[in-house]
């Protein structure tokens, strides 16, 4: 969820008038958002850095919000107030209007070289802007947390800002080899070829991370304005030429990115928010972009959408019986204007370019509901007449663990995932012997692989635990998991119960005892009759020679018991004699 | 009879006694260590209220073990003195007597004798004078006859700091008879025998009281894992409010059904190899249901349904990449696919609780790999206030009686509620789960009938748990570093029932 942190006298100023913390958390809660914390840069800084870096710090009070992840419209202080001042019914929602300007349109011709990399591209005008201080760090906070957000850290989308006065269209977006790139970025004094650059930025701790976009590209999208002078070179940096300033008062916006649908989002998000501060409050003006194939469109979209939902659906839905007219002004204080027409049971919504996130009935249904105040929603219990059923394995499952305990082992609880050298090297297995399932992303060893067995797991509880007094009688029933042809992914769980006993002998006759009972309560009766259970002795590496056996029930072998090997014991950092048991439970469902 | 001999004794001597006797005395009169009556004294206070007995302590001076060869053989200097013949004796044959070295200097300070160093074959002692008086060990001898008193109070500390005399305390008793005093006491009997019973002894016996305040042996026995002892519960909580458990023995998922399928888009940033466990093998499903896979893609990249979709290219080759489930949604897709395909449609209530995996960053409260507890209904006509009332039902089984709803986001449910309670020791409301009602675009493509709305909610099991067991560190709780202590002693799970008073150091 994206935080976005705004200086509280600000917010109230813009609100128009103040609210204890207490008074704007629950304004915050009502409306989907939350107040997360209360701070100021000095806190930040001091918690960070120390006290010492924090001094001459600022503290002013700063209120970090958490807003929904598909809310990019709230992503800023403008927008925030816009919509909680449009929630409050103290403004309208404002219309976004595009407008085509006096002069010429500027327009950005994207080349065929981009195909490959960076294929699309969106722009517009924001023509006569007075930015001040705190607007222009805002501008720049919400291209930072679209840039987090929807642009997926810039991989979909990348912005570009800039100083339309220092520049002469039509500008080119196309794609060239990093060495042929040569241009001054932000702020830097000098020059620097793309392949320079990318070194340069390797240690740096914001731009670091996009690089790996264009990194092993043959070539790096770049933007050019008529003169040849360098824009940016999306998604890593701008050029300083046309940078930004407080002074600046037309502001040319690209859009780069591998996802135009998000492109063309981003674009209606910043110039929506931004437009409040043109000399003609939300107007923008349009701006042409040339395709390869020679089509032309003019961006913004700044579309409005007509929506057509039935009143008796938003209440059914949300379990409500309002007016028709009282969903429409509920609805309207989402910012989605809304009329009742029609037969007096239709309402015609309006999904202003900011809400993006509406993409269906449903989600007008909620914004109806979020206005109407969840709280205020009477609950009832549905009249859905159900038998419950246990699934049968975890039926058998809690019978089994319940009678475990009575039998005296005590249950763990081990992790599902753990290092190849557990479910192989540690039990004297080759790890190719064990039809393991791999996982190709383990930020650590610990992470490989899913276990075959439990085993390892109640071997690392009892080192782990070595200093309570002995013996130790652990069991586990869970799942392991194998690569199995047979299912659609591949692979399947069975379900394993495990048990050792960790004591100054091994206690083979313990672990075999507790077998007998674990058949006892199966019903499963002794004796190679059908439907019984025998062990015959067998052997496995991680036994002691002539200790270890295999457990049949039913006709087929479903585990083995025994003393564990001693380079097993040593292998996990025990001492002591120990013996084992683990069997596959699912045959007795 | 009493508790042997010397109980015996001490009452019959207590019959005789004016007011009552000391235990030291009567041990030095019968010539017994005082261990012994102290014994005796206890043995008959537990028997009730025989006698009376009052702790003392008493100070007094005994010798050491070299104050008491002293008394008997006479002070190093004495010694010294002794052997010092009228002739005199070579400094060096007298310094090799046993008292020789502390002798000579006190004996020398003392001026009972002398050192002629101009002597032909070295250094020759003299006596000074013809007698001496040893007053080291007369005063010793006193105080070995119980007269230290009779010493003064510089003597006695001179002879402390030559290690001599010690100051002992010694405790004892004063015993006097009791209300119910008699010198006939029986003997108790410790426990009740089979022979007792039988020849019915036990009713002339009189039984030794238990001591209720001492600790019971606690029995040999196995124990259940508390997180699971939740788990338990939950399941016990879903059974009795009519949901049929869904199986979720598939920790190995698709794209496809983790994602895809909940109209999860495939850039989301869940589906990020940060947030993810990927299989490199088996690296990708072998089979998905082509069908549904179409209904699925055409409305992430087109729309239908009534959704203008997410407008991407959705790629076959995203949703076969096969992963460890992020969340148990997973089998609740799975299960209300098979659901739509059965027709004509019945009404469900499902629940599960099973293993998720995050490739999260690890601290104090997150792990790799946790539990998941999620509730689903799918019927016709269900609403957001249908979620509430089921919501209220399933917490109050909880012990969770306020609680709220505020407005939250959820790729694939639309409305949705995050679900927030009180919490009376934080003072403050925290978020105890998350629901909604599913999305048509997930519901539809699957089959499920148009009018049928799903509604949902999940929670970890792990929060729960650790906030009703008191662990702040949930490495104690689940995986092999689990404390096996706490899992002995925790208590039943009743989640319903007024928690605990908070344990004590002492108790932890």
């Known amino acids: 969820m994206p935080t976005v942190s705004v200086k509280r006298d600000l917010l109230f100023k813009a609100l128009g008038r103040t609210y204890t913390d207490e008074e704007f958390d629950e304004l915050c809660f009502e409306f989907g958002l939350e107040l997360d914390e209360i701070t100021s840069e000095k806190e930040i800084i001091s918690k960070e850095q120390g006290d010492k870096k924090a001094e001459g710090a600022s503290d002013v009070v700063l209120y970090k919000i958490d807003v929904p992840a598909n809310r990019y419209d709230l992503l800023c202080l403008e ?47 924001l023509r006569n802007i007075k930015f001040t201080k705190d607007r222009y760090d805002s501008f720049i906070e919400l291209q930072e947390k679209l840039h987090q957000n929807i642009c997926r850290k810039r991989a979909l989308v990348a912005i570009g800002a800039h100083d339309l006065d220092s520049l002469s269209g039509p500008f080119t977006f196309t794609a060239k080899r990093p060495s042929d790139i040569k241009f001054k970025p932000l702020s830097k004094t000098k020059e620097y070829t793309a392949c320079e650059l990318m070194n340069i930025y390797k240690t740096d701790n914001h731009l670091k991370h996009y690089l790996h976009i264009i990194e092993n590209k043959p070539l790096y999208p770049v933007i050019y304005d008529s003169n040849g002078v360098v824009l940016s070179m999306p998604p890593i940096i701008n050029g300083n030429h046309s940078k930004i300033t407080l002074n600046t008062r037309n502001v040319f916006i690209e859009c780069t990115g591998t996802d135009f649908t998000k492109a063309k989002i981003v674009l209606d998000i910043i110039v929506t928010m931004f437009s409040e501060y043109c000399e003609n409050q939300f107007t923008v003006e349009a701006a042409e972009v040339v395709f390869p194939n020679g089509k032309s469109y003019t961006f913004p979209e700044l579309a409005y959408r007509k929506e057509m939902v039935r009143a008796d659906l938003i209440n059914k839905k949300v379990g409500i019986r309002e007016t028709p007219e009282n969903l ?5 204080r989402m910012c989605l204007k809304s009329e009742v027409i029609g037969d007096g049971n239709q309402i015609e919504i309006e999904i202003p370019p900011t809400r993006a996130d509406i993409i269906h009935a449903c989600d007008i249904v909620e914004d109806a509901a979020i206005a109407y105040g969840y709280n205020n929603i009477q609950m009832t219990l549905p009249k859905t007449y159900t038998i419950a059923n246990q699934f049968p394995l975890n039926k058998l499952t809690e019978l089994l663990r319940h009678d475990m305990a009575a039998a005296g082992f005590t249950e763990a609880l081990t992790f599902a995932l753990c290092s190849q050298e557990d479910i192989a090297d540690k039990l004297g297995v080759d790890i190719s012997a064990t039809k393991a399932v791999h996982i190709s992303n383990p930020k650590t ?16 509880t009892i080192a782990a635990n070595r200093k309570m007094p002995l013996p130790l009688k652990l069991f586990e029933i869970s799942d392991i998991v194998v690569k199995d042809s047979s299912r659609d992914v591949g692979a399947r769980n069975y379900r394993h119960l495990c048990a050792v006993y960790y004591n100054k002998n091994p206690g083979f006759e313990i672990i075999h005892g507790l077998l007998d009972r674990i058949m006892q309560l199966l019903d499963v009766p002794p004796g190679e009759k059908k439907g019984g259970y025998v062990i015959k002795a067998s052997e496995g590496p ?3 020679p002539g200790r270890c056996a295999e457990v049949f029930a039913r006709g087929q072998s479903i585990g083995k018991l025994g003393v564990l090997h001693p380079d097993v014991i040593t292998k996990f950092e025990l001492t002591m004699p120990c013996s084992s048991l683990e069997i596959n439970i699912e045959p007795f469902l | 009879m009493a508790d042997g001999p010397v109980a015996d004794v001490l009452l019959r001597r207590l019959e005789a006694a004016d007011g009552g006797l000391d235990s030291a005395e009567l041990a030095a009169e019968l010539g017994v260590e005082h261990q012994a009556v102290v014994g005796a004294v206890k043995s008959l206070q537990a028997l009730g209220e025989i006698i009376e007995a009052e702790l003392r302590s008493t100070k007094r001076w005994e010798l050491t073990a070299e104050g008491e060869e002293i008394a008997r053989e006479g002070s190093h200097e004495a010694r010294v003195f002794r052997s010092v013949p009228p002739e005199g004796l070579a400094q060096s044959e007298l310094m090799r007597l046993p008292s020789g070295k502390v002798g000579f200097s006190k004996a020398m300070s003392n001026k009972w004798i002398r050192v002629d160093k101009s002597a032909a074959d070295g250094p020759r002692v003299f006596r000074v004078v013809d007698s001496m008086e040893d007053d080291v060990q007369r005063r010793l001898q006193l105080v070995r006859g119980g007269q230290a008193e009779k010493l003064a109070e510089k003597e006695r500390s001179e002879l402390r700091k030559r290690k001599l005399l010690t100051e002992v305390t010694l405790k004892t008793y004063w015993v006097s008879k009791g209300s119910a005093f008699s010198t006939s006491v029986s003997k108790q009997e410790a426990e009740l025998s089979p022979e007792m019973i039988s020849s ?15 600790r019971g042996v606690l029995p040999d026995s196995g124990h259940l894992h508390p997180l699971l002892k939740v788990r338990t519960q939950f399941r016990q909580i879903f059974l009795e409010m009519g949901f049929t ?4 023995d598939n920790f190995i998922e698709s794209s496809f059904w983790n994602f895809d399928a909940l109209f999860q888009p495939q850039q989301h940033p869940a589906r990020d190899q940060h947030d993810t466990f990927f299989l490199q093998d088996p690296a990708e499903a072998l089979q998905l249901p082509m069908d549904y896979v179409h209904r699925v893609k055409r409305t992430h990249s087109q729309g239908g349904y009534g959704s203008q979709g997410y407008k991407y290219t959705w790629k076959l080759d995203e949703a076969r990449k096969n992963l460890l ?8 897709a799975r299960a209300l696919y098979r659901l739509a395909r059965k027709k004509p449609f019945t009404p469900i209530k499902y629940f599960s609780i099973d293993r998720v995996f995050r490739n999260e960053t690890l601290d104090a409260t997150h792990l790799a790999e946790f539990h998941q507890i999620e509730g689903v209904v799918a019927d016709h006509g269900l609403t957001l206030g249908h979620l509430m009332g089921v919501l209220r039902e399933f917490f109050t089984k909880l012990g969770i009686t306020q ?7 959820n790729p694939y449910t639309e409305p949705s509620m995050e679900v927030f309670s009180y919490h009376q020791g934080l003072k403050k409301w925290v978020e105890v789960g998350n629901s909604g009602l599913f999305r048509p675009e997930m519901l539809l493509p699957m089959g499920l009938p148009e009018n049928v709305s799903v509604i949902a909610w999940g929670l970890s099991l792990e929060r729960p748990t650790m906030i009703k067991y008191g662990i702040n560190n949930i490495r104690e709780l689940v995986g092999h570093k689990v404390n096996l202590q706490m899992v002995y002693d925790s208590p039943l799970c009743r989640l319903d029932a007024e928690p605990g008073p908070p344990q004590t150091q002492e108790a932890a």
């Open chain 2, 200 to 214: 019915g002894s036990w009713r002339d016996r009189p039984f030794k009281p238990y001591n209720f305040s001492a």
């Open chain 1, 542 to 544: 991680a036994f002691f």
């Open chain 2, 245 to 248: 458990e869904m199986p979720t």
């Open chain 1, 79 to 125: 927008g925030l107030v816009r919509g909680l001042q449009v929630f409050k019914e103290r403004i309208k929602a404002p219309l976004y209007k595009r407008v085509m300007p006096n002069g010429e349109i500027q327009k950005l011709i994207i080349t065929e070289e981009t195909a490959k990399i960076r294929p699309y591209a969106v722009a517009a005008v």
């Open chain 1, 328 to 332: 429409a002004k509920l609805l309207t």
């Open chain 1, 445 to 460: 060893a610990e992470f490989q692989v899913a276990r075959t067995t439990l085993l390892p797991g109640l071997l690392k």
């Open chain 2, 325 to 332: 489930r992020t969340h148990t949604t997973a089998a609740s």
């Open chain 2, 403 to 409: 609680l709220r709803f505020k407005p939250a986001y």
